[in-house]
């Protein structure tokens, strides 16, 4: 078996079997062992290659579980200019400047599933209200989801414990485009949108209004043009990681091309992502429903981009806003997470175990203990995960307003009727095909070890990642053998 990546270069990788059976792992030719094999595959996979069919084959499952390898190497080597290959851990040194990079943990973290705490708070209100809320009124606030509609942005007054961003331990990163290379000016955006015409709106968010647009040269890129009220979050929350963002380069994640600031004007200059939203397809606006498997493979690349953001990027960054209706979809029902405007650096030393900062996100999907402490960890993203994820299997919003009070708030109902061994009811009724049982505990179970509402009993984004790929192969063993 020889696959070739072809989002990762010239790099490739190989299995077979020697003529007694042994199995050998190559990288470019050089024969490695199978840790560092998969290491290489898990990291490949990390930074966006296509080797999915082969990886969920289960050829870097052992004993059941993925290898136990060393974690965190990843995004320390990552920055490194690829002269520095030499670093590398477990691929030997000749192997490939590229797989040499790679190296990466995998865990998978069997947590005992929580009854998930709901807490939330809900107002009439446009999208994004700012509340001025009391840290210690939280637990109340999950009553007064009743009567209320869309969710809601949140933004709640800094703790005095807000931490300053720590400086860059990579600084220099020579193989990074930086912002300044789209050279886009207000001028020419003004042009690609036909002066901000109507008949190019794609959408309307609380930001600002979306725009798609067909530069000079015949890309076509996403304008969010930002209301004037978000100029000054823009201005502090964002604009100092611009530049950050625009150096994330990973097919599941939505490209950050651009950020201009002129007079009245603030743009955000992103990929184009042609096939609407997540939250659209589950809604059933978007022609045909999403079957299982589609379903699964969404999960998979939201589960990825967010690893990431995580593990692989310069600094770990945290997104804060992961949902359904951020989840934008290609033709082909790749899955890429956009919208970082509230994304944050996260910790960034050993010893630093969050940030404190202002609550910011959507009701629903906020994380219980950071809404309590105000410690933003990467865990607030993979609370978020998991509530998007029973928003994929269940087709439902994660409070649906029209429901009665037992059924509302969909993590709490869900829960109750996985207790009580009713999972299949749990499955989205526009959905027709018949899954496995057996899949559907293990899809929801990992959706309640994400939600669980204390951060240290939800997996991180890698191992929920790993999590996935065993069901897929589970579900694809299944359906070959019904
Ligand atoms: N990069 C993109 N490519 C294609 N369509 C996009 C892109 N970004 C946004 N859109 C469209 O524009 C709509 C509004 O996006 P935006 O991110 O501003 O708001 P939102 O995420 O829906 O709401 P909010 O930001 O208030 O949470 C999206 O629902 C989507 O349909």
Redesign the pocket.
Known sequence: VILRSNDCGTDWVAHSYSSDGEELFYINGNVVNKVAFCEALQLYIANGCDLKDYFGSNNCVMDGSFVNLPSMAGRKLLQKDSSSKSESQGVSKDVSPKVGLFAGGALLVCCAVLCPCIYGKKRKAT??AVLTKDPNSILDSASSFEANSVPE?VQVPASPLRVPPSPSRFSASPKLKRIESLHLNLNQIARATRNFSETLQ?????????Y?AQLEDGHV??V?RAKREHFESLRTEFSSEVELLAKIDHRNL?KLLGYIEKGHERLLI?????N??L??HLDGQRGKILDFNQRLEIAIDVAHGLTYLHLYAEKPIIHR?V?S??I?LTESMRA?V??F?FARIGPMNSDQTHISTKVKG?VGYLDPEYMKTYQLTTKSDVYSFGILLLEILTGRRPVELKKTVEERVTLRWAFRKFNEGRVVELVDPLMEEAVNSDVLMKMFDLAFQCAAPVRTDRPDMKAVGEQLWSIRADYFKNSRSN
């Open positions: 999208a994004h942005k794609i959408g309307e968010g609380g930001f600002g209004t979306v798609k890129v996403a969010k939505v992103t990929e184009y992502v042609p609407g939203t939250r659209e806003d949902k209706s951020n934008l890429k956009a919208d405007g959507t």
